[in-house]
């Protein structure tokens, strides 16, 4: 008991010890299953509370998603999938240079508009690994922000520049998946 008591006291220090009150920039990264998944996840949460959300999906774009078909709908979201599939799918260079500098063309309006109050950069980490976005661009929309617009970004690899300056970074493991045993992926799980 006295375990849980010392415990609760460090947590009741952290949280008055919390008092900025701003938007927070999170990073998803790691080679496992989940990080949209969890961007759409506090996203929903975020909906919930009445705020307004963008998403820019920046790869996914050539089979309709499941997040795309339910989000799209909404009437606080602006849903942009602005991809023309994996690139393991296109092999165009230069169809991805065009969608990339479109993507993050809608991007900088939702960064900069006070009115969105999430703002879901999906699979944006892969346009600085395939040289198409230059981070500091991004480094730059995200300070100057509104000050309370929360921001998510997904991707398995991401420039240090970004790991290092944003407020939450997740790497999300792969332990086990199952299409590395021979399941088929499926609508409502992998898209």
């Not at 909404?74 to 393991?88: C, E, I, K, L, S």
């Not at 092999?91 to 900069?112: D, G, H, I, K, T």
């Not at 500091?136 to 398995?156: E, F, K, Y």
């Amino acid at each position: 008991m006295a375990k849980r008591l010392k415990k609760k006291e460090v947590v009741d220090q952290r949280i008055a010890a919390a008092t900025e009150e701003r938007g927070v920039s999170i990073l998803l990264t790691g080679n496992g299953k989940g990080k949209s998944s969890s961007a759409f996840g506090t996203m929903a949460r975020a909906l919930g509370h009445g705020h307004y959300a963008t998403v820019v999906q920046f790869i996914k774009g050539r089979k309709a998603t499941g997040e795309q078909l339910f989000f799209g709908k909404h009437p606080q979201v602006d849903f942009h999938v602005m991809g023309h599939g994996f690139t393991w799918e296109t092999r165009n260079p230069e169809l991805e240079q065009e969608a990339a500098n479109q993507a993050w063309a809608v991007a900088q309006q939702a960064l900069s508009n006070p009115d969105i109050n999430f703002v879901l950069l999906d699979e944006i980490t892969y346009m600085y690994k395939y040289g198409y976005l230059n981070v500091a661009d991004l480094l730059q929309a995200l300070a100057s922000r509104p000050v309370n617009q929360n921001v998510m970004m997904t991707g398995r690899t991401a420039p240090r520049a970004l790991i290092d300056t944003v407020d939450t970074h997740s790497k999300i493991a792969d332990e086990r998946h199952a299409f590395a045993h021979g399941v088929k992926a499926q609508q409502g799980i992998e898209w």
